[in-house]
């Protein structure tokens, strides 16, 4: 049937469904259902237990909840302390990846072999790029990705084995092949949609992740000691989250029925890419662009201040009341990924030429959270967060706007791969949340 046909059929029914599937509102409260997997105060639903990482917001004094600067554990280490042990010139995606994986710090001989093992691995098959990649090019770098990753399927002999160790295998292959996947992806689309010459370099093995990103995006190769540790530093920030975001819990769900890590990778992909998960840093960007048409002087508190106004108030950009990368489901007075990001944003911005910039990125995180409070009611307090930052950085870099939410899977996908091998050891059981039926019998 042809898509306008189908679409008008399906319009004409919209109605039906919308009047026969509406459950009003007062109806989860009035049986205890917690929508969103969370109660009335955010709280998420404990579904599980983890010793990936841990996540603090609140602290308890005299059994009081108290909101608190933001606190995160990878493993058991302050994720502050893992990225001040590496020091300045150190990059660290691959040795965090490995403290992720297998729950220990590697040794020098241990992280030595790791990043063999991930250079070996950062391959696609013969003639992958051209016949899977480049046959359908699409701005949607994160569903070109999602498709590469169930075409990879196709391509291992032990696609059904769900032991741990095979399971383990086919994560450290997808962490090192998932920048290629981006990348080429990115590639293909420019050329075939922008017009724009498709330059496709191989990586390097000598090179770390995010140095081969850099490398295989730009056609002349060059990059920056400041940028390869900055990107660096944002992809271990975005590494791992706890297990209840949606992506981590995606996987884990997928995971307990026992289906294989393409198909698990492939969900939580899916989950990333939606605009309330992964898309956070493109609306920040969008916001930002939008304050700079409209507000003279970045300097100028009270010219700013009275435009971030009007955007609460649901008067200017895209009139939702929202200041994008304020605020955090979990954090409440600070997530400690921002306030670590930021110090490398500034060695950036002073390299770029973009102290303008940061001083309007600066105003907006001094600003917004005084006119929220004042126009919302605010329960566990306003604070930036990692993507308030981090679609600048990605801008700064000169990677297209296409692919921010695949930067994020770049990085997350680390995480997801602890989470599969953490569900497949401990949980034998399929996770089955119950739902009430309030459904009229006819």
Same mark, same amino acid.
């Given at each position: 049937m042809e898509v306008n046909r189908l679409l008008e059929y399906a319009r004409g029914r919209e109605e039906i469904c919308r009047s026969n599937d509406a459950i009003a509102p #007062?109806? /989860? $409260?009035? &049986?205890?259902? +917690? =929508?969103?997997? =969370?109660? *009335?105060? $955010?709280?998420?639903?404990?579904?599980?237990?983890?010793?990936?990482? +841990?996540?603090?917001?609140?602290? /308890? @004094?005299? %059994?009081?909840?108290? @909101?608190?600067? %933001?606190?995160?554990? &990878?493993?058991? /280490? =302050?994720? *502050? =302390?893992?990225? $001040? #042990?590496?020091g300045e010139d150190t990059l660290g995606y691959e040795k965090i990846a490995y403290l992720l994986l297998t729950g220990d710090l590697p040794t020098k001989a241990e992280l030595a072999d790791f990043c063999s093992t991930i250079a070996e691995c950062r391959s696609l098959p013969s003639n992958f790029t051209r016949d899977v990649i480049m046959k359908a090019p699409s701005g949607d770098i994160m569903n070109s990705m999602t498709r590469s990753i169930l075409t990879l399927a196709s391509y291992d002999d032990h696609i059904s084995d769900a032991s741990v160790a095979n399971s383990l295998r086919q994560c450290i292959q997808l962490i090192a092949e998932f920048p290629l996947l981006a990348v080429y992806a990115y590639h293909a689309y420019n050329y075939s949609e922008n017009g724009e010459s498709m330059v496709i370099h191989r990586p390097d093995p000598n090179l770390s992740t995010a140095e081969n990103f850099l490398m295989m995006l730009r056609p002349d190769k060059k990059y920056t000691k400041t940028e390869a540790k900055v990107l660096d530093t944002a992809l271990i920030l975005h590494m791992e989250h706890g297990g209840g975001n949606n992506s981590t819990f995606t996987t884990r769900v997928i995971t307990s029925s026992g289906s294989d890590t393409y198909s698990t990778m492939a969900a939580a992909m899916s989950s990333l890419k939606g605009p309330k998960h992964g898309g956070a840093n493109i609306k920040v960007m969008e916001m930002m662009d939008d304050i700079r048409k409209n507000v003279r002087d970045f300097a100028d508190k009270e010219e700013l201040s009275a435009y971030l106004t009007r955007i609460i108030k649901k008067d200017a950009f895209d009139k939702k009341g929202l200041v994008y990368g304020m605020g955090h489901a979990i954090y409440s007075l600070s997530d400690p990924r921002e306030r670590v990001f930021k110090e490398y944003v500034a060695k950036l911005a002073a390299e770029k030429g973009r102290d303008a910039d940061l001083t309007l990125y600066r105003n907006v995180e001094e600003l917004a959270p005084m006119l929220i409070a004042q126009h919302r009611r605010i329960y566990k307090g306003v604070s930036p967060n990692v993507d308030f930052y981090s679609g600048f950085v990605y801008d700064m870099l000169g990677i297209p706007v296409e692919l921010y939410t695949a930067m994020f899977a770049i990085a997350r996908i680390v995480g997801w791969s602890a989470h599969r091998i953490e569900e497949l050891i401990c949980m034998d059981k399929i996770i089955r949340p119950a739902y009430m039926s309030v459904m009229e019998e006819k």
């Open positions: #007062e109806m /989860y $409260g009035h &049986y205890g259902v +917690k =929508r969103g997997l =969370r109660d *009335e105060n $955010g709280n998420g639903v404990l579904a599980g237990l983890t010793n990936i990482s +841990k996540v603090i917001a609140f602290d /308890y @004094p005299g %059994g009081v909840k108290t @909101p608190c600067d %933001g606190k995160l554990w &990878y493993r058991g /280490y =302050r994720v *502050e =302390r893992l990225l $001040g #042990e590496l």
